[in-house]
């Protein structure tokens, strides 16, 4: 209930006559102190009944709800109407402020919302970074500090009763907030990102959101999404969005992003475990993706790719994401946003709005925590927000502590999906078990799994590969069996007819009784993973169980299992075959002069392509493709070949079509290569290889000569370069860069697979000079072989084509 008097406006929330939840309520807009000299008008009761169909999430069965909500409007004695917007649920209750009648624009200064903390006894929070990113700790409210401190915040009345503090409903018009905690006064309030946010008339905050219950209720609450605006009109089919189980390499092979083979090798092991995903991290190039998203697809695995928050930042930056779904890519994982700012927000707003648009998943990284988008904008499968098994790639000596891991079912992932990347098995330092581990990937939800080790690492853990195969790609419901946040979480989530759980605890070693009542009378068979005390290493056990399901878990241990009703069966995942991919001819072709190009395609098949780009359909599978004007010289365009695969995904298959070069002189370096190979990182261009990351080379310097443009490899590298079919000679120097002394390698050039030029080099000497004949020559292949102990750093320097004209002219009035 809202009560106003002398002391301002406050809400109260009481269950059996006792106060629960105090808050005092309030804004400041345009300097002017709302929350006092205000006297109330007017106020009305409405119910607010929805339906929420989550695609992704604890659960991703349609539901109802219906909540109460109190509009209360004051007039302050300016004369300047505002209202107090009220929503009470069964599981708690929000808070929002509106300006009906604001004239124009104004100025939102400050949020005066203030929880009296007096009535808790202990809470579990994190000291506050844009990011999020701290570690979580549990701490006697007595105990607590004044400071900035990050939602959502669990606070425990003293007794068995619960209040998680966040938000909820949030886009571009609006600022996000963390807690202020004023130990003294024994009070937090909000505070927003900015110091001042431009408002108009209509509502103006976000909802302040209390989750109020016992640690069921509170875990398995949908309050944040059910505040949260219904599904946008873009996204009403969101069928193409699918939740499942990632590979990702990048955590135990930090460089493997840019290993065409490597992310091979992470999609074969995906399908003999069933997994829907493949997430490529920061370092791929855009020379492979096609060819990955190909093969990956046969097996009816999506590819994802990384990307930071400013490289889509803007209208032109934005269109790459059109280019990568043209390729087959499915989704994004976006990093480093690190703010909660009101302009960040409306970036935000823009991927969103695009994604959607494009039918791209999204995985936002160096993120905000949720706020109800897996409602409005269901393709938003995950957020990070979390501290991670990440840090132990950056902070090894930091281990991440089993309370951190407890506390966080209970707080962090009940506002939504949560990227921790679970079960780092290899993770140096580690203090949790290997049962612990495993618990995370049942007791942690996101809507893509992206499991952190190796799929080598799990593989040779035949338990563990049995469990990740058999993980289900979604929820039909969540169930909190036992636990607290200071000792272990213990929870239940169904798929069809079984229910599989997740523990993770932090202390002693002990047995932990699971009450399996919440999940229906009856008989299940049972398998239980946990610690083996004797071996060190994980066990399985099988046995038939009613009632309580005791399991002994180790220190800071855990345990995974999985229950099925008598005679069904337990295991059922099946390795996932390859099928034939849709046929394309030719599979690389030029352009003529009017930017035209034929293909054959199977019958069944569909095009999609690139940005500018148009295919028109002749029917029985030939197709005319036709690029832009704008399309520069030796640029080429991808072609996507598509049709219905198993699993419900494209299989596809891809043509490159290539502009043909007539201008007398180009350097190699602004062609594009069909494909690489290179040791270290991708093949960098116009600078050295530097090492595995993406431009992290210098200017090329070979015995002290600097050269402005070309290739920087790592030997053992390959690349090729079209450059056919007007190319007259090929100039250049090649030499080893100042980076690896002493170092040794070889350099080739092959035309159309014919050795053109070879040259043994020596790090110190001064750069090969060349000049090669490559008339007739479609296809140039620049390699190196290592002939040190250690690789050579290769720069090909200055390296260009010339072009006969009198060929390109006739060629061009051929046409």
Known sequence: MLRSSGAGIHLVVESDAAEILRVRLGVTIGNMDLSV?????????????????????????????????????????????????????????????????????????????????????????????????????????????????????????????????????????FSGAHAVIDASAQTLRFQQADTAVEIVRGNVTPWRVFIVGDLATIVESQLVDELAPPTHPMMRDASWVRPGRAAWSWWSDFYSSAQLHRQKHFVDVAAELGWEHLLIDCGWEETWVPEIVAYASRFGIQVHLWTIWHDINGSEKLQKLALWRSWGVAGIKVDFMESESKDRYRWYDSVLQETARLGLMVNFHGSVIPRGWARTWPQVIGYEAIRGSEYYVFYNDLPLTAEHNVIQPFTRNIVGAMDYTPIALTAPGRTTSDGHELGMSVAFECGITHFADSVDAYQARPLVARLLSELPASWDETKMLTGTPDTEAVLARRSGDRWFIGAVASGPARIIDVPLKRLGLGTWQSWIVTDDAESGSLAASQSVVHGVLKVEVAVDGGFAAILAPEGAALFRSTPISAEAAPAVEPKLALLDFSGEASLTVSPDAALRVPPGWHAADNGAGSWTVTAPETLREGALGVVTVERSGHRGVAVVNHARLIKPVIATVTPLSTLPMLAFMNESGPVERNQSNGGGNPNDGQRMNIAGVEYETGFGVSTPSSFDVHIGPHADRLVGHVGIDAETPHTSARALILGDGRLLFSTELVHGSAADAYDIDVQGVTILTLRTEQRSPVAAHVDWAAIHLTTNQSNAITSRADR
């Open 37 to 173: 000299d205000s006297v109330p008008v007017r106020s009305s009761v409405s119910t607010v009944t929805e339906k929420l169909y989550p695609v992704s999430g604890k659960t991703t069965t349609a539901s109802s709800h219906e909540m109460d909500e109190l509009t209360a409007t004051f007039v302050h004695q300016t004369g300047l109407e505002w209202q107090v917007l009220l929503r009470v649920a069964d599981d708690g209750v929000a808070v929002r402020y509106a300006i009906p009648d604001l004239q124009g624009v104004g100025s939102f200064d400050i949020d005066t919302t203030t929880l009296d903390l007096s009535a808790f006894d202990r809470g579990w929070l994190l000291d506050y970074q844009t990011w999020y990113e701290t570690p979580r700790f549990g701490r006697d409210c007595s105990e607590l500090d004044d400071g900035d401190y990050g939602l959502p915040i669990l606070l425990r009345d003293g007794g068995d009763t619960y209040v998680l503090v966040t938000e909820s409903d949030i886009d571009g018009s």
